[in-house]
């Protein structure tokens, strides 16, 4: 079992391919990689995707680009059946 730290640098690393790559990233990303960031709360998915793009890219997100981040994981988590 993976410790909650080393979960959330995993989600991080898949965050990061998304801000960078977008849409295309999800088509990528592996089972595991869907698990882990679709067993986030949606409150969870959107501090990490905001702290991800601040402190690991070095950008601030506006707030519309952080909720159409947020919403589009989402929905890729509700689309999969995870």
Do not use: H
């Not at 977008?22 to 990528?28: D, F, T």
């Not at 702290?51 to 989402?74: C, N, Q, V, W, Y």
Request: charged residues 40%; contains cysteine; hydrophobic residues 35%.
């Amino acid at each position: 079992m993976e410790s909650e730290f080393y979960r959330k640098a995993l989600i991080r690393n898949f965050l990061t391919k998304f801000i960078d790559q977008g849409l295309s990233a999800l088509n990528e990303a592996g089972e595991s990689d869907r698990s882990r960031v679709c067993s986030c709360s949606k409150e969870e998915i959107k501090s990490l995707i905001e702290s991800t793009a601040e402190f690991i890219l070095g950008k601030e997100l506006r707030p519309d680009d952080l909720k159409k981040i947020s919403e589009e994981i989402i929905e890729w988590c509700k689309r999969d059946g995870v």
